[in-house]
Structure formats: C-alpha cells, structure tokens
C-alpha cells in the first residue's frame, strides 16, 4: 500500500495516523488481462488507485474504437460520472494486462468523511487535479501537432510505448496507427 500512501502524500501531506486510517478503507484487488474494469453503461460503484498493470479507457463508436486514457502505476482508475452522480458510464474500462488495484467501494468513499474531517477538501484537490489534466489533454488535443502530441505522451509516459499496442496509442493521441509508426521511426533516426 506505500504507492497508494506516496501518491496521497505528495499531493495532501498528511499526518500518518489519517494516512493509515485513508488506506485501511482501500482493499487490494486484481484485474486480469481482458477483464473489465466497468463496461459503458453500468454504474461505476469503485475507485481504484493502480499499483501494478495497465488499463484501457475507450468508447466504441459506430465504426472505430476511441481510446480516451491509458492508465498504468500511480494513476487512478474509476468513472466519475456514476462514483459521484450514479449515472451510466460513457467508457468502457479494460485491463490491457495482469493489473493490481487498491479499490475503495463508493459507501466507504464518502463515509470517509466521517473519519477523516478534512476529507472533503482532500476529495476537491483531487478532483481539482482531475480536471486541471483533463484540461490540459484537451488542450494538447487541440493545440499540438501529432509530432508534439507523440513527443509529449512519450516525455509522460515512455514505458506505455513498450507495453501498450500501438493502435491503442493512436486513437489516444488522435492519430492513425500509420502517422504513429511513421512518428516513432522518425524519432529513432
């Protein structure tokens, strides 16, 4: 549990003994290659903190599969949409690998409040940091040249390059799988 208990840490520097009382409500679980996570449609009843594995987010549309986020180590993996307004989720989640998760269940998520008093403010900052990168995605999306979207995917995240199919990279980037391969032999010149 110390990834889980580095990660909250560094972002909400908190005492130890609220820290053990954080990560006693977190239970490690597995999600084998393949399994899913939550399918679109379903109610998102979890929040994970990802120790180990990596994780797809993606949409099937009519005629493609979008992919919408790549989780590995250190991020978290939930819907925001149903853990905090039980609504449908709009993605659907898959482990791309064996994935090891510290889940908490939405009951526990807010009744930590009442263990934790100053919960709430920790749950904004966390939030707030959702949204800042989100932000900042969507930014990139829009702004950035595929050359400088693959540049900075690759300064964030290299080990996805070695552990991910490159399609998946693709739709993540907004790129075709052909721009990808001719972007990553470029690099390597």
């Given at each position: 549990?110390?990834?889980l208990?580095?990660?909250i840490?560094?972002?909400f520097?908190?005492?130890a003994?609220?820290?053990?009382?954080?990560?006693g409500?977190?239970?490690?679980?597995?999600?084998?290659?393949g399994?899913?996570?939550?399918?679109?449609?379903?109610?998102?009843d979890?929040l994970?903190?990802?120790?180990?594995?990596?994780?797809?987010?993606?949409?099937?549309?009519?005629?493609?599969?979008?992919?919408?986020?790549?989780?590995?180590?250190?991020?978290?993996?939930?819907?925001?949409?149903?853990?905090?307004?039980?609504?449908?989720?709009?993605?659907?989640?898959?482990?791309?690998?064996?994935?090891?998760?510290?889940?908490?269940n939405?009951?526990?998520?807010?009744?930590?409040?009442?263990?934790?008093?100053?919960?709430q403010?920790?749950?904004?900052?966390?939030?707030?940091?959702?949204?800042?990168?989100?932000?900042?995605?969507?930014?990139?999306?829009?702004?950035?040249?595929?050359e400088?979207?693959?540049?900075?995917?690759?300064?964030?995240?290299?080990?996805?390059?070695?552990?991910?199919?490159?399609?998946?990279?693709?739709?993540?980037?907004?790129?075709?799988?052909e721009?990808l391969?001719?972007?990553?032999?470029?690099?390597?010149?």
């Amino acid at each position: 549990m110390k990834e889980l208990e580095l990660y909250i840490n560094s972002y909400f520097g908190i005492p130890a003994d609220e820290m053990a009382e954080i990560t006693g409500f977190f239970k490690l679980t597995t999600l084998e290659k393949g399994s899913f996570f939550l399918k679109e449609g379903q109610i998102c009843d979890k929040l994970s903190f990802q120790k180990s594995g990596y994780i797809r987010v993606f949409k099937q549309t009519e005629d493609k599969e979008i992919t919408q986020w790549i989780s590995s180590k250190g991020y978290f993996v939930t819907d925001l949409r149903g853990i905090y307004f039980n609504q449908p989720a709009m993605f659907t989640i898959q482990a791309l690998s064996d994935s090891e998760l510290y889940t908490i269940n939405r009951e526990d998520l807010r009744n930590l409040v009442d263990y934790i008093p100053k919960w709430q403010e920790l749950e904004k900052l966390f939030l707030a940091n959702c949204f800042t990168y989100l932000e900042t995605r969507v930014f990139n999306l829009l702004s950035l040249s595929a050359e400088e979207r693959y540049i900075t995917l690759f300064e964030q995240n290299p080990e996805l390059f070695n552990h991910v199919p490159l399609q998946y990279l693709a739709s993540m980037m907004n790129m075709t799988p052909e721009t990808l391969s001719r972007l990553r032999r470029k690099m390597l010149v």
